[in-house]
């Protein structure tokens, strides 16, 4: 096994104790007919509280808010494959299995199609913003930054059009720290 064999590895991926997701699986399908709104782009499912709407109940002759849920969404799960220092994301999960983690022309993060050179690659930081690989993780539940390469570290923003949703950025918002669940180390 070479070194990059070592260091790559399978791991669940969260941003602050929120499930990592896609647009999809969070906005109305009627959003994601607009153009405007990518429904691959990355986002956490904590942002989406309950929508309440009130409805006539029967029993007690009087309006009741009733609230709204989104239910359970799977876990954003990614091999890194590790090249060096660095590591390709490729998703693991539905509905993106096999893409990989990469930005789109506005530096946002989502599932695309592998493209060679072109996809995205990424540094592991610690506490510090030094740049770690597997070796360097001696606990299976490390929280990590991430830092496209030749780009700055990511970070989180809040849209509120059409709906509000947070996405990953290399551009704008504040930096984030990502919480790893390492499922499988040395995992080429």
């Not at 989406?48 to 359970?72: D, H, V």
């Not at 995205?120 to 510090?128: E, I, R, V």
Request: one cysteine or more; charged letters at 25%.
């Amino acid at each position: 096994m070479n070194k990059n064999e070592e260091r790559s590895f399978t791991a669940r991926v969260s941003c602050n104790g929120d499930t990592i997701t896609f647009l999809q699986e969070v906005l109305r399908s009627n959003f994601l007919e607009d153009a405007a709104v990518p429904k691959n782009i990355l986002t956490v499912q904590r942002d989406y509280s309950p929508k309440i709407t009130k409805a006539y109940n029967p029993i007690t002759k009087r309006m009741e808010n009733l609230g709204f849920s989104f239910g359970n969404i799977d876990p954003l799960v990614v091999h890194f494959w590790c090249y060096d220092d660095y590591y390709n994301m490729q998703i693991l999960s539905t509905p993106y299995s096999y893409m990989y983690v990469s930005k789109n022309d506005e530096g946002c993060l989502g599932a695309f199609p592998a493209a060679g050179g072109d996809t995205t690659s990424f540094n592991l930081l610690d506490a510090d913003h030094n740049i770690i690989t597997l070796d360097d993780l001696s606990t299976d539940t490390p929280t990590v930054y991430l830092k496209a390469r030749n780009a700055r570290i990511i970070r989180k923003s809040i849209h509120e059009h059409p709906e509000r949703h947070s996405f990953f950025h290399d551009r704008v918002g504040d930096i984030v720290k990502f919480n790893l669940t390492i499922l499988k180390r040395h995992a080429f």
